[in-house]
């Protein structure tokens, strides 16, 4: 298992949209329900007010619980078919610094998707994750709304 997610973890920090952007994943607890998460500010991610550009803002906050949802249900051995459904940033403050996002998921959204996928076979989920600065200021937070379904639900 802790092969499985070093191997994620690489595969990630590799994929092209996060690797240009300067995403980088620096830890993923052993049963998928943290994730922590380093955007960092350099010449590639900066607009013409030197801060970090609001698209990587938004791409740091993308991908990652659609990911952790996947590989929760895959250690139960379940294969749902995930995806981002809606996302809503809300800038606070420019990003003058690196940014460093933790993307939690609590049990309790795990029995409401539970109890959603056999009753209906489907569910949507909100997550909110926080990007911080170096002093743990608060410069964008967003809801990312995950859709899952279980394609061998049957009514």
Same mark, same amino acid.
């Given at each position: 298992?802790?092969? #499985?997610? %070093?191997?994620?973890?690489?595969?990630?920090?590799? !994929?092209?949209?996060?690797?240009? $952007?300067?995403?980088?994943?620096?830890?993923?607890?052993?049963? *998928?329900?943290?994730?922590?998460?380093?955007?960092?500010?350099?010449?590639?991610?900066? $607009?013409? %007010?030197?801060?970090?550009?609001?698209?990587?803002?938004?791409?740091?906050?993308?991908?990652?619980?659609?990911?952790?949802? *996947? &590989?929760i249900f895959k250690l139960q051995d379940r294969k749902l078919i995930i995806?981002?459904?809606?996302?809503?940033?809300?800038?606070?403050?420019?990003?003058?610094?690196?940014?460093?996002?933790?993307?939690?998921?609590?049990?309790?959204?795990?029995?409401?998707?539970?109890?959603?996928?056999?009753?209906?076979?489907?569910?949507?989920?909100k997550n909110e994750v926080e990007a911080k600065n170096k002093n743990n200021?608060?410069?964008?937070?967003?809801?990312?709304?995950?859709?899952? #379904?279980?394609?061998? !639900?049957? &009514?």
């Amino acid at each position: 298992m802790k092969f #499985r997610k %070093h191997f994620l973890k690489i595969i990630l920090n590799l !994929f092209p949209p996060l690797f240009f $952007n300067r995403i980088v994943v620096k830890n993923i607890s052993d049963d *998928y329900l943290e994730m922590d998460v380093v955007l960092k500010k350099t010449f590639f991610n900066i $607009n013409f %007010h030197k801060t970090i550009f609001g698209g990587s803002i938004f791409s740091a906050c993308d991908p990652f619980f659609p990911t952790m949802y *996947y &590989n929760i249900f895959k250690l139960q051995d379940r294969k749902l078919i995930i995806w981002v459904k809606n996302a809503e940033i809300n800038y606070l403050l420019p990003a003058n610094t690196s940014l460093k996002l933790k993307f939690q998921i609590n049990n309790s959204h795990l029995s409401e998707i539970e109890k959603n996928l056999q009753t209906n076979g489907k569910c949507e989920i909100k997550n909110e994750v926080e990007a911080k600065n170096k002093n743990n200021e608060i410069c964008a937070s967003a809801i990312i709304t995950t859709y899952l #379904r279980d394609s061998n !639900f049957m &009514n």
